[in-house]
Nanobody
Framework: VQLQASGGGLVQAGGSLRLSCAASGRIFSINAMGWYRQAPGKQRELVAAITSGGRTNYADSVKGRFTISRDNAKNTVYLQMNSLKPEDTAVYYC???????????????WGQGTQVTVSS
């Protein structure tokens, strides 16, 4: 199972970016999917998460600005980021709770990370 993230880049404050993360491989099912971020010198933190049924959870710092969604048929999770601020600058990682065909239980998988830089 692999998670491939894309969509990061450089944007001015107030701008928007959309991140995507596609899970591939021998996947039986996916439970929760989410996005985390890690800024230099800081711990990795949860940005947003979404269950297979569409229930969402957001960090207080991004509520009202970011929207997480998923396409279960494509095993893909998205993060629409609007009104970006310089403090949103970080490496963004996608995460998924996956039940592979080769396992009897769910396992945690991570994408490779994509850089988001917001200039002031």
């Amino acid at each position: 199972v692999q998670l491939q993230a894309s969509g990061g880049g450089l944007v001015q404050a107030g701008g928007s970016l959309r991140l995507s993360c596609a899970a591939s491989g021998r996947i039986f099912s996916i439970n929760a999917m989410g996005w985390y971020r890690q800024a230099p010198g800081k711990q990795r933190e949860l940005v947003a998460a979404i269950t297979s049924g569409g229930r969402t959870n957001y960090a207080d710092s991004v509520k009202g600005r970011f929207t997480i969604s998923r396409d279960n048929a494509k095993n893909t999770v998205y993060l629409q980021m609007n009104s970006l601020k310089p403090e949103d600058t970080a490496v963004y990682y996608c995460n998924a709770d996956v039940h592979p065909f080769y396992s009897s239980r769910y396992q945690d998988f991570w994408g490779q990370g994509t850089q988001v830089t917001v200039s002031s």
